[in-house]
């Protein structure tokens, strides 16, 4: 019984310091959505047009992007006669985000699922943080007392399969490997075939962002998508999109591109601490309707989280 005590206090600790890393990291961001909109009603402002187009040039600018912005805009009017201060607009914004992030999609994966191993196929660009991201998903699981492989998929871009080696080692996982250059959709097979001989639980898969020959990257994803489900029926469980938030509405684009060639079920967001770009986080669930899964605010093995709805938007505020 103690144990289980300290164990929930350890835990509960933990969220914490994420939380106040989380509130530091959109720092930026807050000032814009929370000092600027103190600003707005200086000189005891009602809220009119002239005040509501403002609020809408501040979303834009935390990057929620404009159309999702036209859209909390219009949700905020409907309100506009029982808000008469800046603390009741932060309000009102603040569960009219979280009724955003909140949206379910056809695409969630249900974590219930019976299927062993399960398959997580992980894309996204170069220099998102995307094996960074591989690499702490594995430690994330393991410590859950999951049976992690890893699968080492981009063989094309230079130092990729070594690194991610050195990051199974650090997370404590499996690893299979081909030489560089080698087909990619043969590594996942080959990783899915070793993972059910092995009776692990999850395989994460990882892809290349650029690939170095002529063949599309869109198609190359599509073939180990293919490769993998031939393997494992109803594989690949979870498609994971890793995008840096820094890239602000470029990380729109990114998303419809590998979304309609894909099916993107989830979405890991990367280097959300220092941005400006906050925002995002929201330009991305109202748009797509795809859950994000996972936030990263740092460097560090465990700097990588669910992704909290509330928390965040309470560290926005």
Sequence with gaps: MAFN???KKEDSDEKNIFFERLKKGLSKTRKILSTDIDDLFTGKREIDDSLLEELEELLITSDIGVQTSMDLIQRISKKSSKISD????KNALKEEILSLLNLQTPKQIHKAASTKPIVIMVIGVNGVGKTTTIGKLAAKFNSEGKKVLIAAGDTFRAA???QLVIWADRAGVQIVKHKDNADPAAVAYDSIEAAIARGMDIVLVDTAGRLHTKVNLMEELKKIKRTISKKLAGAPHEILLVLDATTGQNALSQAKLFDDALGVTGIALTKLDGTAKGGIVVSICN???????YIGIGEKIDDLQDFNSKEFVDALF
């Design 287 to 293: 748009t797509f309707k795809i859950q994000l899964k």
């Design 5 to 7: 005590w300290f164990k």
């Design 86 to 89: 800046a603390k009741q607009l």
């Design 160 to 162: 990729a399969i070594e």
